[in-house]
């Protein structure tokens, strides 16, 4: 993204629209983006509506009303002359704003925003499945913002621990060794208001894993938020709560999910082909 300073008046109402913070207002007293903060989500591209105010006379009103102590100001949800304007962007800073941009599905998904829908859909997807545990490890938010890099080394920790990364989540499709763990290198740089890296294990292990995340998320400059999903036994019990409470985390059950989407219970041999 960026500003045509042909058209820019300085107005600064894009300055509030990020939810990067990369624009602000430069010695010029126009607008400017740091490139490498932003991560081409198009909100100010987008959620600004446009007056195509010629530049020249609108900065001579403002510089006049400014003498008499007065101002011209837009509505707050308007660039008055339309100045905003997308780039076209290249591999691989095509995966800020795939990752961004909740209106772009990714290629390797067909899924928009952060490109996976999760365990969260295990009803329909059966993913996880008894005596297993999937992991959902977010990084970033909007705000803070992450890099593939943040998760490089998470990622190579948790193959050598033998988890199983979800084909089907396109942080998984940026590997170009998924059985090492190994992010493709051209893309360590880029930056995306966030991602979800996705992975099962077996459940015996879930206490070494969790233990393993927070000992590389630590080192990290940037929010994580993790997700379990294990499957309850007949009773409604899961396996997992008392060793989750064990190692300080208040455990609570962030959905339940009743397996009414799709039937997938193998045992009483109901399980139907996606
Ligand atoms: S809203 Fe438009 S005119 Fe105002 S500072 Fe931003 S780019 Fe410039
Ligand atoms: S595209 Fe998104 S991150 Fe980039 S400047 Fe616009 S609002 Fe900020």
Redesign the pocket.
């Known amino acids: 993204m960026h ?2 300073k042909k ?9 509030a ?1 990020c939810p990067m913070g990369a ?1 602000y ?1 430069g010695d010029d007293r ?2 400017e983006i740091n490139e490498d903060a932003c991560v081409e989500c198009h909100a ?1 591209f987008k959620g ?1 509506s ?1 007056e195509n105010l010629p ?1 020249q006379p ?1 900065r001579f009103l403002r510089g006049v009303l400014a003498f008499f102590k007065l101002r011209f100001q ?1 509505d707050p949800d ?7 304007t997308p780039d076209e962007l290249k591999w691989p800073r095509t995966l800020r704003r795939t990752f961004s941009d909740p209106q772009v599905p990714h290629e390797s998904t067909g899924v928009g925003g952060r490109g996976t829908q999760e365990v969260k859909t295990n009803d329909i997807t059966g993913r996880v499945k008894e005596g297993e545990a999937g992991f959902t490890v977010e990084f970033g938010r909007p705000g803070v913002g992450s890099r593939f890099a943040d998760a490089a080394k998470l990622c190579r920790r948790l193959a050598k621990m033998g988890v199983e990364f979800q084909p089907e989540n396109p942080v998984t499709a940026l590997m170009s060794d998924v059985k090492a763990g190994e992010l493709r290198k051209d893309v360590l740089n880029e930056k995306v208001l966030s991602y979800i890296l996705e992975f099962k294990t077996d459940i015996s292990v879930t206490t070494d894993i969790l233990s393993a995340i927070e000992d590389e998320v630590k080192q990290l400059d940037t929010v994580v938020s993790l997700g379990l999903a294990v499957r309850c036994d007949p009773q409604g019990n899961d396996p997992v709560r008392s060793q989750l409470v064990a190692m300080g985390y208040e455990a609570w059950r962030g959905k339940i999910n009743m397996g009414l989407g799709r039937r997938t219970n193998v045992a009483l041999g109901v399980q139907e082909k996606r």
């Not at 058209?7 to 600064?12: L, N, Q």
């Not at 660039?79 to 905003?84: F, H, L, V």
């Open positions: 500003i045509d058209k820019c008046v300085g107005c600064a109402n894009c300055v629209v624009i207002i126009l607008s100010c600004m446009v530049q609108t837009p308007i660039c008055p002359t339309g100045a905003i």
